[in-house]
């Protein structure tokens, strides 16, 4: 850092100024997590020097020894703790992953059967603003509106309508288990390939507190900086069978050179999630989200779905009358860092949808256990009906700011 500091006092500034606001607010965003030390070190390595195009003992550069071991590692443990036949690490994001098993599976134009992006998909499962709507046909599915649960009869009758080349399960804001036999049997009786998008739960799977989906799905794919903990960065599983097209699908298809840092990192992030640590780690955020989820019911917020499985929750803030942007924005000014959500079937506009979306990853990186959920639900409930603004609004989120303070400093994260 001192060489930062010194060459480049504006970015050292921001990189503090990040690590300041980690340490003195309540990260509550799913999709982000805190990376150890190691993972940084790696990160912040010489490896990023190296082009590697290729793979480790097949690449177009010299003097790859050192970044093929590491790779070599990296692959050997992801196939390991996954129980995966084939892993590549290259992906330089979720996006790219999926991207990647797109480029494998699929011709422009195909059909691809995935979930809403209203009720919880990626924008990579068929948004028109993306190269999965542009390229391909998608067709979605969703929840039931009783159930708030996917709702698998539409997943087969859509199947069976429109003959998919491809289905992904897998979302963005969907709470609960998915039942991967029940997608596998679909997929088999159109003659579908399955493609899982495990990004927001593949920590939980690595750490052994929700079911894989690798024994079902031809491809599993995932970014590698949520739950799981490592550097930002994207992943793909599959069964040998279909290495060699995903192999080419990631590089020379969709990518260059490998970010062999961020390879390393990988690596790094799957031996500390092969530890018996990280499986206390994993069974902890699940019981976070839920002690979470309780906490806001108390507040007045309604579970979507009527709870979770997972490390996040859906909360309706309809019965408070305020929408998920404005509770997002009163939360910032107290500290509290989450995001507005629609909810299934929302009739509001997605700028300002019913809902918020609220993770434990962070927090149960930095300890918090059920006690701290309780009380940070009271402290979200506290910041979302304070009418920010007005004098009385904000002397409340300033007191709730405080109270977020004492919360975290006793709980830091990235101890100084
Ligand atoms: N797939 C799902 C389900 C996601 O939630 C996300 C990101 O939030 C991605 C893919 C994309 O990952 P990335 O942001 O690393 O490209």
């Not at 579970?303 to 408070?320: E, F, I, K, N």
């Not at 998920?324 to 949808?353: H, Q, S, V, W």
Request: aromatic residues 6%; charged residues 20%.
């Amino acid at each position: 850092f001192d060489a930062l500091a010194s060459t480049d006092p504006e970015i050292a500034n921001v990189v503090l100024g990040e690590l300041e606001r980690l340490r003195g607010g309540l990260q509550l965003i799913a999709s982000e997590n805190l990376t150890s030390p190691a993972v940084l070190a790696a990160l912040g390595s010489t490896l990023s020097n190296k082009y590697a195009e290729g793979y480790p003992n097949r690449r177009y550069y010299g003097g790859c020894a050192q970044v093929d071991t590491a790779e070599e590692i990296g692959i050997a443990r992801a196939k390991e703790l996954f129980g995966a036949e084939h892993a590549n690490l290259q992906p330089h994001s979720g996006a790219s992953a999926n991207l990647a098993a797109y480029a494998a599976f699929c011709e422009p134009g195909d059909t691809v059967l995935a979930m809403d992006l209203k009720q919880g998909g990626h924008l990579t499962h068929g948004s028109k603003v993306n190269f999965s709507g542009r390229w391909f046909q998608p067709v979605a599915y969703g929840v039931r509106a009783d159930t708030e649960l996917i709702d698998y009869d539409q997943v087969r009758d859509l199947a069976i309508t429109h003959e998919p080349r491809m289905i992904i399960a897998g979302a963005t804001a969907y709470p609960r288990l998915i039942d991967f036999a029940a997608f596998r049997s679909i997929a088999d009786e159109v003659g579908a390939i399955l493609m899982v998008d495990a990004a927001h739960f593949i920590g939980l799977v690595a750490g052994k507190v929700i079911p894989s989906p690798v024994p079902f799905a031809d491809v599993v794919t995932f970014s590698t900086h949520k739950v799981l903990r490592g550097p930002r960065g994207g992943m793909v599983l599959c069964r040998a069978e279909h290495a060699k097209a995903v192999d080419k699908a990631v590089f020379p298809f969709t990518q260059g050179g490998p970010l062999m840092h961020a390879v390393a990192a990988k690596a790094v992030a799957l031996r500390e999630a092969a530890s018996s640590e990280y499986q206390g780690y994993a069974t902890q955020v699940v019981a976070n989200a839920a002690a979470l989820a309780k906490g806001l019911e108390a507040e007045g917020m309604r579970t979507v779905s009527g709870g979770t499985d997972t490390h996040l929750a859906l909360m309706d803030l309809r019965s408070l009358e305020v929408t998920g942007a404005e509770a997002e924005r009163r939360c910032d000014l107290a500290g509290i860092t989450l995001n507005k959500n629609a909810i299934p079937f929302d009739p509001a506009p997605p700028a300002t949808p019913s809902g918020i979306r609220v993770g434990s990853p962070c927090v149960t990186t930095q300890g918090m256990t059920e006690p701290d959920m309780a009380e940070i639900a009271r402290l979200i409930g506290r910041a979302v009906r304070a009418p920010a603004g007005t004098e009385a609004g904000d002397a409340e989120l300033g007191e709730v700011a405080t109270a977020v303070g004492q919360l975290v400093a006793a709980r830091p994260a990235y101890v100084r």
